[in-house]
C-alpha cells in the first residue's frame, strides 16, 4: 500500500525555520531515491531537493545553502530542514520519489509571512 505523511509545515517569519517529516510506507522508500517537492498557489509543482538511497543530495538553486534533506531508512523516514526561510518559500511541501512516482501525500503547507 502506497502511503506519503508529510507534517512539520506551518507559519514562520522571513528568517525562520521549519523541519519537515516524511513517513513513507516501505515499498515507497527501501530502496528508492526520494525528493522533497512544493507547489505555490498558481505555479506547478516543482523538486526542490532529493537524496539518493545511498544519500548523495541534490538542491534547487534557490534553496542551496539554506535548506537539507536527510533520510533515516531504518524508519522509512525522510527530513527536510529549511533555514533562512524567504517569502517565496511558501508553499505546500509534498515527498515523493525520486523520480516522483504516482502517488502523492497531502502535503504541508510552508508559509512565510511577516
Known amino acids: 500500500q502506497v502511503r506519503l505523511v508529510e507534517s512539520g509545515g506551518g507559519l514562520v517569519q522571513p528568517g525562520g525555520s521549519l523541519t519537515l517529516s516524511c513517513a513513507a510506507s516501505?515499498?515507497?522508500?527501501?530502496?528508492?531515491?526520494m525528493g522533497w517537492y512544493r507547489q505555490a498557489p498558481g505555479e506547478q509543482r516543482e523538486l526542490v531537493a532529493f537524496i539518493t538511497r545511498g544519500g548523495i543530495t541534490n538542491y534547487v538553486d534557490s534553496v542551496k545553502g539554506r535548506f537539507t534533506i536527510s533520510r533515516d531508512n531504518a524508519k522509512n523516514t525522510m527530513y527536510l530542514q529549511m533555514n533562512s526561510l524567504k517569502l517565496e518559500d511558501t508553499a505546500v511541501y509534498y515527498c515523493n520519489r525520486f523520480p516522483r512516482g504516482p502517488s502523492w501525500g497531502q502535503g504541508t503547507q510552508v508559509t512565510v509571512s511577516s
Open positions: 516501505g515499498n515507497i522508500f527501501s530502496g528508492n531515491g
